[in-house]
């Protein structure tokens, strides 16, 4: 049984996100990030609500599902709300 949060299809996507869809960087130990660009071979991510761009090769990223992406938000607006980040 699959859900919306049951694992996504392995094979590669078709071509880059469109911009600030969030993202997982299995190569950073499954770090989310908004897309931002296509930066050569790399693609270029941000960690959700801002802060420093890192690259990515893109074979190695793939889109975040539902579940990862509430988690990502949710520690984002609750580092807000302790002051942490703007």
Known sequence: ???ENACPNA???PG??????LVVDTGRGDRVG?????AGP?????????GTEWEAEPHRVRLALPMEQ???RTAWL???SR????
């Open 16 to 21: 880059p996100p469109a911009p600030g869809a």
């Open 34 to 38: 908004e897309f931002r660009e296509v």
């Open 11 to 13: 094979q590669e996507p």
């Open 78 to 80: 609750n580092a807000r």
């Open 83 to 86: 002051g942490e980040v703007l």
């Open 1 to 3: 049984m699959y859900g």
């Open 70 to 72: 509430l988690r990502a």
């Open 42 to 50: 790399y693609w270029s991510l941000r960690p959700v609500g801002g």
